[in-house]
């Protein structure tokens, strides 16, 4: 693996990069996390056969904080600089795999022009603009709020570590989650509720991009009947597959039943059988 900077107009970010071939495959990580969140997708044979790339978003992990935080801390701003540095790294088309924030990221990158070859949304409902779409996509639960709050003390560090990535893994993003520029998550959550970015479910209605769409069964966040009830253009394996049992971070929480999804996903993008799904229904995996 090779981990290294780039530099863009908001600051330079770091990216761990696989030495695999074909398609580049982008992982974005959410709120206040890191590229390291990806860890067992790296460790996979995913990495030999497949160009793998996770990048620190500004302001977290070991990015630079932003220059110009009000505008890089929204999701446009994210996905302006994410294409910035993509194209650096002469990446103009990729599968882009987005967790929470990075999976609304990732359909604001397809909005200002990104190719993408596939996309796969973790933890993440597509919502329409302002604070209707956020209330339709999203539970209404505490733990959320903070997703927003400038400063966590160590006792909401450790909460909302535990709702994103599970109790056995909270603990080792604390670091992550304070490290995270206090200036992004409510400068994010203004954003938000202002309705800035695209009208994410237009794009996943309209995208002739492979869709797939993976929860986890006790999502703490999402609304797991809007995302299921969204008519999706091209909505891979015709169904949203939801894996029993974990929450938020499936990917962390349950590689041995997320990493086949994966595999077969990006398997069916790169052999192109990938056909015009029904509307959408759960299924659970086992």
């Known amino acids: 693996m090779l981990s290294r900077k780039i530099d863009t107009s908001q600051g330079r970010m770091d990216f761990l990069e696989s030495p695999g071939n074909g398609t580049p495959v982008v992982f ?3 709120n206040s996390t ?4 990806f860890r067992h997708q790296f460790e996979t044979t995913l990495a030999t056969t497949q160009h793998l790339v996770a990048i620190d978003l500004l302001g977290h992990g070991q990015s630079d904080d932003a220059r110009e935080p009000q505008q890089a801390y929204t999701v446009p701003g994210y996905a302006a600089t994410l294409i910035e540095a993509l ?5 103009t088309r990729a599968v882009l795999v987005g967790w929470s924030l ?3 990221i990732s359909l604001e990158m397809i909005g200002q022009g990104f190719d993408a070859a596939g996309v796969m949304l973790i933890g993440a409902p597509p919502i329409k603009p302002g ?6 996509g999203f539970q209404t639960q505490l733990d959320l709020l903070l997703a927003t709050k400038r400063v966590l003390t160590a006792h909401e560090i450790n909460r909302f570590a535990r709702a994103c990535v599970g109790e056995k893994h909270a603990a080792q993003f604390h670091d992550a989650i304070a490290r995270t520029d206090r200036r992004a998550r409510p400068i994010l959550g203004r954003g938000l509720m202002a309705g800035l970015g695209v009208d994410q479910r237009w794009i996943v209605e309209n995208l002739s991009t492979p869709i797939a769409v993976v929860n986890g069964s006790e999502e703490p966040f999402v609304r797991l009947g809007h995302v299921a009830g ?9 169904r949203c597959h939801i894996i029993d049992g974990v929450g938020h971070a499936p990917f962390l929480e349950a590689p041995e039943r997320f990493n ?6 990006l398997d069916d993008i790169n052999s192109s059988r990938i056909d015009t799904p029904t509307r959408p229904q759960i299924r659970t995996v086992a």
Do not use: K, N
Not at 87 to 91: A, E, F, G, T, Y
């Open 28 to 30: 974005l990580h959410g």
């Open 131 to 136: 604070i209707l779409g956020m209330v339709r």
């Open 260 to 265: 086949p999804l994966l595999f077969r996903f």
């Open 230 to 238: 969204i008519a999706y253009e091209t909505l891979w394996d015709h």
């Open 102 to 104: 990075g999976g609304h």
């Open 34 to 37: 890191c590229r390291d969140v």
């Open 87 to 91: 194209r650096s790294l002469d990446i």
